[in-house]
């Protein structure tokens, strides 16, 4: 049964659909701004203004992930270095949906709106850029200064499928990008061989882990106390069990939650695990902002968490994982809590997408179908899965150990303190 619903992302009424929700939820003029200013004249007049008026300042650190919001690896980041430099200044770059919901206000620090000239005025003048995708450079974005640190720190982690190079014009175009990062965050060998054969050929590495997984290495108490709170915020009582199914994203069709029986799912929890039990879905970013824009809906009673900013929450909450192939799973693998893969479009997303290794070599049980991922959880095998789980790890040359956080603010602290004696000289 298949995965994806037969909606394609790409089309006349998926364009009119789009446009229909920009225009009714705000967000038109926002993304024909983005695109106005990609015209040549534009760039060069804006670059000569903050060129000639706008130098860099020394303590400001600007923040933004693809999701939109406060979320991946530069909210961790972010929260650590307002922890122990109160006195820098925090900027996140928003999204309309996010700056929307959140009142304006960022998980640390100030928010600014993105796609307006704040949002440049900030990435030219930010003394560290940090953000997980490739963010800030591209035909609308200010050249970047010889005075800027930019930290890229990525957002997928030991993962399945292959990141998304196979046109040429994407490889060129991430290469072209890439030259103006100053460090990519990595967390493993794996990681590293990948990425030098594909978006970051030339990007310096800092091998220091992913911040955003540090939340697994807290102590009991804190980590209880992010449990607790994303509960109530799903109005699940303390007693109930929790699954969480996220799905990856098809570049040409969306999520579809009527594929499921969520139902038999519990039961099978149930069965091998005991308790009562949940499943809670999260979209991929992509297919959440689909579901904003009206273009697919998921059915009523699903327990849909699509509108967790950071999916680490969900993960610390979560008492069983279960995706297709999206690299959340591994960062899961680090609670030790037992994950599964239900993969019902195996070969087809593997002609499409690819795959750096079989399915098989992670350490999770492989379905793909139904009926056999609920014979995968009650036939899960914890001690097994403990074993499979530290050799896989130690395999792909993973270093987590808490502390990455800690190491990407100390390079930005050094930074900023570098930039404020240069300024005291000058």
């Not at 089309?11 to 040549?40: A, D, I, Q």
């Not at 490739?134 to 957002?155: C, E, M």
């Not at 460090?183 to 310096?204: G, H, K, V, Y």
């Amino acid at each position: 049964m298949s995965s994806v619903c037969k909606m394609k992302r790409f089309g006349l009424s998926t364009f009119l659909r789009r446009v229909w929700s920009s225009v009714f939820n705000g967000l038109f003029w926002p993304k024909m701004l983005r695109h106005f200013s990609k015209l040549r004249r534009v760039r060069t007049a804006r670059q000569a203004w903050v060129d000639r008026f706008c130098p860099v300042v020394p303590g400001r650190v600007v923040f933004a992930s693809f999701s939109g919001g406060c979320s991946c690896n530069p909210r961790a980041v972010a929260r650590e270095l307002a922890k122990r430099r109160p006195d820098v200044e925090i900027v996140w770059l928003l999204d309309p949906l996010a700056f929307k919901a959140r009142g304006g206000r960022a998980d640390t620090g100030r928010a600014v709106l993105k796609s307006t000239w704040a949002e440049y005025k900030m990435i030219a003048t930010a003394a560290v850029l940090v953000e997980n995708a490739q963010l800030f450079v591209g035909a609308s974005k200010p050249v970047k200064r010889t005075d800027q640190l930019y930290i890229n720190t990525w957002h997928g982690s030991l993962g399945i499928k292959r990141l998304e190079t196979a046109r040429r014009s994407i490889r060129a175009a991430a290469s072209r990008r890439s030259q103006r990062i100053d460090l990519l965050l990595t967390n493993s060998t794996f990681e590293e061989e990948i990425f030098r054969a594909s978006l970051f050929p030339e990007t310096p590495f800092a091998r220091v882990g992913h911040p955003r997984n540090d939340v697994f290495f807290r102590p009991e108490a804190e980590r209880n106390a992010i449990r607790d709170s994303v509960r109530r915020s799903i109005g699940i009582d303390a007693t109930t069990k929790v699954a969480l199914y996220a799905p990856t994203f098809r570049e040409d069709a969306f999520a579809d939650g009527t594929a499921f029986d969520f139902g038999a799912w519990a039961d099978a929890l149930a069965a091998r695990f005991g308790g009562r039990w949940v499943v809670a879905v999260k979209l991929h970013p992509h297919d959440a902002h689909a579901l904003a824009d009206g273009l697919f809906t998921l059915p009523k009673g699903i327990l849909d968490v699509s509108d967790f900013e950071d999916i680490q929450d969900l993960l610390v909450t979560a008492d069983v994982g279960v995706t297709d192939y999206s690299s959340w799973i591994f960062d899961f693998l680090l609670c030790g809590r037992p994950g599964f893969i239900y993969a019902p479009d195996k070969e087809d997303y593997d002609r499409s997408r690819g795959f750096y290794y079989p399915l098989e070599e992670a350490p999770f049980p492989v379905s793909t179908d139904q009926a056999g991922l609920c014979e995968s959880i009650r036939a899960f095998d914890a001690d097994r899965f403990a074993v499979e789980r530290r050799r896989f790890l130690k395999r792909r040359g993973c270093m987590e150990d808490g502390h990455a956080s800690a190491r990407v603010v100390d390079m930005i602290v050094t930074h900023l303190d570098r930039l404020a004696a240069k300024k005291r000289i000058g």
